[in-house]
């Protein structure tokens, strides 16, 4: 393949912006998010997290994914401020608990499908490589990235399945039907999952997932200056959120002592 050609099917890709970051810098970020997200115990840190991230992911053809998310993390912290105000003697603590581990688990999801949307299989696997990590890293790695967006592909057939057959699937009716979930979406879930391991692994040994030698993508994969950039004031931003959360904690204290 001609060069003229490669430059041709790289700029046919769709993404843009932050979406083009080395698959590297994108799991620095996920990892710093996931340490900082469980230690934030201020509501606007936590929000100005929120916030910073989801513009990040924004600009880089993550938009309405980033609405979503912002949207459901401040509607589940307004309810769990609700919860204050409720005082049912174990269910407050149980939903109180629940609410804060949500509030906690949203920045990761938000960050983690979206650099499951924006990266490329053979970008991660280079860039792996790079790293020098030992194949038994990356291919199940790899795998489980492959892994994650298949079986939602797998669930909405399910449902296409299920609405062809004039069964609906809704919230209700999966909590007040817990058996019959099971039968309709669960169980169909689990033997396609048997199947799509089998065609994953087969599909890796095809493309010579586990060969040792160096690997190329269509795409150049470098950890230059605007990753080096990014990084470093992705790690600032959330060093600082650490410090201006412990201060207000310590403020506190010292306020009621």
Known sequence: ME????????????????????????????????FVSYFLA??????????????????????????KMIAAYIIVA????????????????????????LLKLIPIVMMGLWILRTTYMDDLMVALQRMRLPQAVTIPLVVMFRYIPTLRIEYRQIRSTMDIRGISDTLWKRVSHPLATIEYILIPLLMRCLKVT???AASGTTRGLELECKRYALRPI????????????????????LVLDQTRIGEIILWRV
């Open 222 to 241: 470098r950890f230059s200056w605007p990753e080096i950039l990014v990084s470093l004031l992705g790690i600032l931003f959330m060093a600082a959120l």
């Open 78 to 101: 307004y309810l769990n401020a609700l919860l204050r105000y409720v005082q049912v003697p174990v269910l407050s603590v149980i939903m109180s608990v629940f609410g804060v581990t």
């Open 3 to 34: 060069e003229s050609q490669i430059k041709q099917i790289i700029e046919q890709q769709p993404l843009h912006g932050s979406a083009l970051l080395d698959p590297r810098c994108k799991i620095l970020l996920l990892v710093c998010i996931g």
């Open 42 to 67: 201020g509501e606007v840190v936590s929000l100005a997290l929120m916030l910073v991230y989801g513009l990040f992911i924004a600009v880089g053809n993550g938009g309405k994914w980033a609405l």
């Open 198 to 200: 089998d065609e994953l």
